[in-house]
């Protein structure tokens, strides 16, 4: 019922949201000729258009797969050792390369969480988020918050 309600509000729950910011990595999952990859990104999160943001050089793997196959998905997972304090976010997206205001509003973005990062080379490119499970067992063992946005077609 929960899920159903989010999914009508169309809105990312707080609580995944507070989560998403508090965190600096997340883990993108790509794949070409089914052989799956995988890689770990600094990112930063851009609310008002539910995508993450990471700069990455354009010659490397997870870049190459994802500008020739665009879906992708991952995981933003903190290091807990306790089972009771696990969260994470699991997530499906859009593999996009950013221009223009997109782009602008995501060096901001990016620069402003990690200032020390304008000095290093690398594109930058924004994963636009589909779906979000968050797990978080602080509230309770195996609780979920899901979230799926809503893609109303143009007629």
Request: glycine share 6%; charged share 20%.
């Amino acid at each position: 019922m929960n899920q159903q309600i989010e999914e009508q509000k169309n809105s990312i729950d707080s609580s995944i949201d507070l989560f998403i910011k508090s965190q600096t990595a997340l883990t993108i999952a790509t794949s070409e000729n089914n052989i799956p990859y995988c890689a770990t990104c600094f990112y930063s999160f851009l609310e008002n258009q539910e995508s993450f943001v990471f700069k990455s050089n354009r010659e490397t793997q997870h870049i190459h797969e994802g500008i020739h196959n665009k879906y992708v998905a991952g995981t933003i997972v903190p290091e807990k050792s306790k089972i009771g304090e696990i969260k994470g976010v699991q997530f499906n997206g859009i593999f996009i390369e950013p221009s223009g205001n997109l782009l602008n509003e995501a060096k901001n973005s990016y620069y402003k969480k990690y200032p020390l990062a304008i000095d290093f080379k690398g594109d930058f490119w924004i994963i636009q988020l589909t779906n979000l499970k968050f797990t978080d067992n602080t509230l309770g063992f195996g609780k979920k918050i899901k979230w799926k946005k809503i893609i109303i077609p143009p007629f």
